[in-house]
Each structure stands twice: as C-alpha cells, then as structure tokens.
C-alpha cells in the first residue's frame, strides 16, 4: 500500500547516499520509529555542531574586533569599484534574500510538493525557512552590532542589527533546501549538480549584494552562512531519517501512517 505523505519508494533514494551506512545501523540497533529517528538527529544535532563552532568563533571575533581591519578593506574596495550598472543588479539580487521573496518562493514550492504527495517534503521547507526567521531575529537581538558607516548606503532598506547577515541566512536556508528537495527529484545527475550549482550562485550573491550595498560587514555574511548552513544541513537529515525509517518500520502506529493525510 502507498502512502499520500510522500513518495512510495522514497527510502531507496536514501539508500543509495552516503547515509546508507549510518541508517541501516541505526536501524538494526534501535527499535521504533520515534527512537530510530531520535537517534539519528542526535548524531545530526552533534555533527551540526561544526557549523555552531564556526559561528561561536566568528562572533568571538567580531565581539572582540578582530573582524575589523578584514571587514573594512572588504567594504571600502567593495565601494571604490562600484557603478551605476552594479548598483541596479545588487538592488535586484538583494531582494533574492528577503523574506518576502523566499517566503514567496518557499509558499508555491511547498505548495507544489504538498499536492504531489511530498508532503514530508513540503512541511521539511516550511520548517527550515520559519526557523531561520526565528535564529535571524533572536542572534541579531542578542549582539546587536551597527551596520557599517564607512559610506552611503546605495538602499534604504536595511532595518535591525548587522550581525548576522538575516538575508544570508534566509538565502542559504531557502535555497540551500529548495536544491536539496528539488535535486532529489531530478533522475540525471547533471541536473542534480546543475540545482546545487544554481543555488550556491544565488546565495553566493546575495551575500556579495549585502556587503556592496554597503549594509553589511563581510563577517556578517559569513556569520550568516554558517548559521543557515548548520540549521539547513540539521533539517535535512531530519527529513532524510524520517523518510528512510517511515518506509522500513511496519510496526508504526496508525498515528504515522495517517501522517500527512
């Protein structure tokens, strides 16, 4: 029998990753669907720590000032090679980043994926990207940095504290995710690299729109990579563990298998 939460065979995707090892321990050592999943974040959860670690050391830098003579050479040669061309293409590419646009986005995909039965899918996109709203909102509030005042902002849209970049997380945590669900559902690997690579650009340039407007330190953009990386990656081995342990555990409880009903 399929199920309408996502598709039929999904785990044999999983299968053939480099997760496989990893899954199929996990799931001849712990029984039930709940404790194999829980299992797998917690490893998830210790490796996302890497990217927590790359933040805390960035900030400490930051916090400390030792990001300043790095970001201030970045800015100012950033500005001296500016034009009135760059200045429409960054004000374009910026709004890539914003909230509005990738929660746009991220509402049509999930829209897209709930109808087509990834329903695990659909609720994995919504979940990240609220995510990244919330750890935007909450790191911006606790350190509170200004946003640079080397010169003139070429956009008059910049609001809360500087660090981290809430964009570069928005933009890594949107895109990043989208490539990951869509790549997922391409047969050619070309197109697969082809997602990956066109997402990695969109978020590579947001990033750079951010500092040559002017608005943010490059360490904020950095800071807000890490950040959207770790929760991302977090959020797709969530996705990854449910969808592999959904379809190879026949003892779970009706309550799952109504799930995305």
């Known amino acids: 029998m399929t199920t309408p939460n996502d598709e039929p065979h999904a785990s044999h995707h999983v299968e053939r990753g480099a997760l496989r090892p990893l899954l199929r321990a996990i799931g001849r050592t712990v029984g039930g669907f709940h404790a194999a999943v829980g299992t797998f974040l917690a490893l998830g959860f210790t490796a996302m720590l890497a990217g927590v670690a790359a933040f805390a050391a960035l ?43 990738v929660g746009m986005v991220a509402a049509l995909a999930g829209a897209y994926l709930w109808g087509s039965r990834h329903r695990y899918s659909a609720v994995l996109l919504w979940v990240a990207l609220g995510g990244s709203w919330i750890l935007s909102s909450f790191l911006k509030a606790f350190f509170n940095r200004p946003r640079p005042d080397l010169f003139e902002w070429r ?20 895109y990043a995710t989208l490539a990951y669900l869509v790549s997922r ?13 066109a997402a990695a650009a969109i978020v590579g340039l947001v990033g750079w729109s951010r500092m040559y407007l002017g608005v943010h330190w490059p360490s904020d953009v950095l800071g807000g ?26 003892e779970v409880g009706a309550e799952e298998e109504d799930l995305g009903r």
Do not use: K
């Open 185 to 197: 559902l391409l047969p050619q690997r070309g197109l697969r690299w082809l997602t990956v690579a």
């Open 225 to 250: 990579y890490a950040t959207g990386l770790a929760w991302a990656s977090f959020c797709g081995l969530g996705l990854s563990a449910v969808r592999y342990f959904r379809y190879r555990r026949p």
């Open 59 to 101: 900030a400490d830098a930051v916090t400390e000032g030792q990001t300043a003579a790095f970001d201030r050479a970045i800015l100012l040669w950033l500005h001296r090679h500016g034009s009135p061309a760059l200045d429409d293409f960054a004000l374009n590419v910026t709004a890539l980043g914003s909230g509005v646009v």
């Open 155 to 174: 956009t008059p849209h910049a609001f809360q504290a500087s660090f981290p970049s809430g964009h570069s997380i928005t933009a890594m945590v949107g």
